[in-house]
């Protein structure tokens, strides 16, 4: 059974960091990528950031890039998001996704398996 379980979330002042972890199970991450998505009260679901199947190519959008990162550990078949400097906007809830094969693309709707997300609160 194909599963992954987000979990790090939380709440945090502005400045914080978060690692969120995205554990897979079902499935090897040699054969998936896996994008990091998140979605804000009242807004679309956005991509932030994915790893290859390979493990050796990432993406981080633009406007994360500063403060984002992303790693795989395949032992624990996981991926991690980093988020460092959290501010106010970064609030919202965080999901990760897996699609079968090499590309590893930023559009929600080429990813095949999702989580159930973790909320990421960001207040003072």
């Known amino acids: 059974q194909v599963q992954l379980v987000e979990s790090g979330g939380g709440l945090v002042q502005p400045g914080s960091s978060l690692r969120l972890s995205c554990a897979v199970s079902g499935f090897s991450l040699d054969f998936y990528a896996i994008g990091w998505f998140r979605q804000a009260p009242g807004k679309e679901r956005e991509a932030l950031a994915c790893?290859?199947?390979?493990?050796?190519?990432?993406y981080v959008m633009d406007f994360v890039k500063s403060r984002f990162t992303l790693s795989r550990d395949d032992a624990k078949n996981t991926v991690f998001l980093t988020m460092d400097a959290l501010e106010v906007e970064d609030t919202g809830v965080y999901y990760c996704?897996?699609?079968?094969?090499?590309?590893?693309?930023?559009?929600?709707?080429?990813?095949?398996?999702w989580g159930q997300g973790t909320q990421v609160t960001v207040s003072s």
């Open positions: 996704a897996g699609k079968y094969g090499t590309s590893w693309p930023l559009t929600p709707a080429e990813y095949n398996f």
């Open positions: 790893i290859s199947n390979s493990g050796s190519r990432t």
